[in-house]
């Protein structure tokens, strides 16, 4: 919940603007300043002020407990001008709210974290538990010193300007990806470490009926400590589905902090198990309960199944086998919109600034490399390398990496996400981040060319056979479709186009609305209406592969300059 608070009646309308910008998720505060920011802090997981931060900040002094467990505050100042991210920036989550305050508000947000100013991910914000020197490390990545990175299991974390491999004499800080426990450093060799917990380990468990909460659970730390595993990287328990309800069981996994995975009987008998036994099997329909619900997800034993040990000697009660399964790399498929940074979505600069690893067209990676943070691995090659792009996107993400494959326009519609999926398995987590397209941006110039059925069609012959193309292109002029054509014409490729238009002008008139767009949305775009009668051979010259021509269907005017294609095919009147 987050908390409202204001003091005038300006601050009163930027107040009001964000509980309807956010329904159920904001609570308003009435009464003296004071009383209300002070309850606003104990009650709510987020505060947002519509006050002045030196008021705020002697209000909330005394309160200050640990950043850890602090609410985040965010600060609006009276115009409404400005989001400050007062305290809680990480942990709070201060720092994201201050940029939705903003966007609400039309403000300014205003973030001082330093790895945030910088453009470095928080080790703190990376979505796992962590131990160490935060601080300290931080501090060596934003001086620009070398900090080691020993991935001991490979996750898909975000860019980070790291020193790759086993730590060295000249690290001056140095983080792990682990999810062992880590001994103290001797010597004078120290230096500032933080560990990070990747949620990597998966504790299948069984039980009989009536096993104690505190039996499952001192089994299952006690086999992770045994390992030498962190009790931190436990993602889950899992369990036979018979025992789901078992309270023993389920309060275990709630102590833990981890939810309860379970299978049914006939899933996990199928499962290869090193010690099966009568005794589940007998009991529940299933030779293996704790070892086959680790596994059954895949991965690797760490722990073969143990049972408890009970002080009074008498029969254990639990079994607990541990699984660490392999990271699930990401492959974002990115969409880029036609060029203009305007039209670049917010979701797909957030998978740019996301990933570790990006991999593109050598002039789209220009475009938007600002974006990337410090750190990222860039893997860019030139025109036709396409299938090997993918192939590279889809080989990185399942090594562990967070992946950003990047095209033009939407990443699915001529561009790389066909290729990409096409490789791709289910051993890896794929996100599809939609673009603008080209027919869409070209449209958004011409008018409304696409108010009605349509359709897109590529006239490159250099994978789909011309007979085939040219079956499509008389299939959308008998149907009467407004055409939009992709790739029309090239250096090796002139006849093409010609031809399209020549078929659709079969069925359509000569005073048909024409549309071409050359390099829409960016600055040196043109756009041009014209009809099928006027695209001469000069103007057909000038066409070549940033070009796309939308061609009106029957019922598609020109009116003052703009085409428009009606959603019905009936006008009400000739237009004037």
Known sequence: MIGLISATAAGALARDRLATAWPGRTR????????????????????????ATGAVVRILAPLLSDKGTDPGVVCVDEGARFAVSLVGGHAGGANA?????????????????????????????LGMPYEGEVAGVSRALLDGEPVGLVAEVPWPLPALPFTVGEPGA???????????????????????????????????????????????EGLVRDALRDAGLSVRSLAALATVDAKATEPGITGAAARLGVPLLTYCADELAVVT??????????????????????????????????????????????????????????LAVVGLGPGARDLLTPRAKDE??????????????????????????????????????????????????????????????????????????????????????????????????????????????????????????????????????YNPRSRGRDWQL????????????????????????????????????????????SVDMMTVVTVGNTATREIAGRMVTPRGYRWQEEPK
């Open 352 to 485: 740019l600034r996301r990933a570790s690893v990006l991999v593109g067209l050598d002039q789209y990676v220009d475009q938007i490399r600002d974006l990337l943070r410090p750190g990222t691995r860039v893997l860019e090659s030139g025109l036709g390398a396409e299938e090997e792009r993918a192939r590279t996107a889809v080989a990185e993400a399942r090594a562990g990496h967070a992946v950003a494959l990047i095209g033009s326009g939407d990443a699915g519609v001529y561009a790389m996400a066909s290729p990409a999926l096409a490789e791709a398995s289910d051993d890896i987590d794929v996100v599809g981040v939609p673009g603008v397209t080209a027919a869409l941006a070209a449209g958004a110039l011409l008018g409304a060319p696409l108010g009605h059925d349509h359709v897109s069609i590529s006239l490159s012959d250099l994978h789909t056979p011309w007979e085939v193309i040219e079956r499509r292109v008389r299939a959308a002029a008998e149907s009467d479709l407004v055409v939009t054509f």
């Open 97 to 125: 709210l201050a940029r939705e305050v903003a966007d609400v508000l039309g403000a300014s947000p205003v973030v001082t974290t330093a790895t945030d100013a910088a453009g470095i991910p928080g080790l703190d914000t």
């Open 170 to 216: 000249s690290d001056a800080a140095l983080v792990r990806v682990s999810d062992r426990l880590v001994p103290p450093a001797d010597g004078d060799a120290v230096v500032p470490q933080v560990v990070l917990r990747p949620p990597s380990l998966v504790a299948g468990v069984g039980g009989s009926r009536g096993v104690p909460v505190d039996e499952v």
């Open 28 to 51: 308003v505060y009435e009464g003296p300043v004071a009383d209300a920011v002070r309850r606003a802090f104990g009650e709510c997981e987020q505060v947002v002020c519509c006050l």
């Open 273 to 330: 198990v090193p010690n099966p036994s009568d005794a589940p099997l007998a009991a529940v329909g299933t030779p293996s309960v704790a070892e086959a619900a680790a596994l059954i997800g895949g991965g690797e034993l760490l722990v073969p199944k143990r049972k408890s040990v009970r002080a009074d000697g008498s029969p254990a009660m639990a079994t607990c086998a541990v699984v660490r399964r392999a990271a699930r790399g990401r």
């Open 498 to 541: 010609p031809k399209a238009l020549g078929i659709l002008a079969e069925h359509r008139t000569p005073t048909t609305p024409v549309g071409v767009v050359r390099n829409a949305s960016r600055p040196d775009g043109s756009t041009r209406v014209t009809t099928l009668a006027g695209l001469d051979p000069e103007a057909i010259r």
